[in-house]
């Protein structure tokens, strides 16, 4: 179990969106509340403009972590917050493409109904 400190910047999935904030579970122990006041600087009207159900975020911990509920406040405001995946080279597909798929796929099909009339005549 981790106990999260003030200052500190944690990584979360984002498990619910509501009018006041946004939910963050960190671990399998811990989760936190984004209140819309720690969102941005600015007016927020939605706090579902800034994130989505399943997105993986950062965020800072604005006060030590309840040990007895679980439970971390957090903060995206002027942070980073957002995760983004570079690729690093572009995925080039190769010269067979499905060709090995389509070529294999007429014996496993032979060989799975082969099992399945194997199974049948012993019942």
Known sequence: MNQYKKGEIVTGCVTGIE????FVSLDDYYSGLIHISEISESFVKNPGDYVRVGETIRALVIDDSDIDSYHVRLSIKNINYKISYKR?????????GFNTLRKSLPMWISQKKQEIMQKMQKN
């Open 19 to 22: 009018k006041y904030g946004i």
């Open 88 to 96: 690093n080279k572009k995925i080039l597909e190769t010269p067979n």
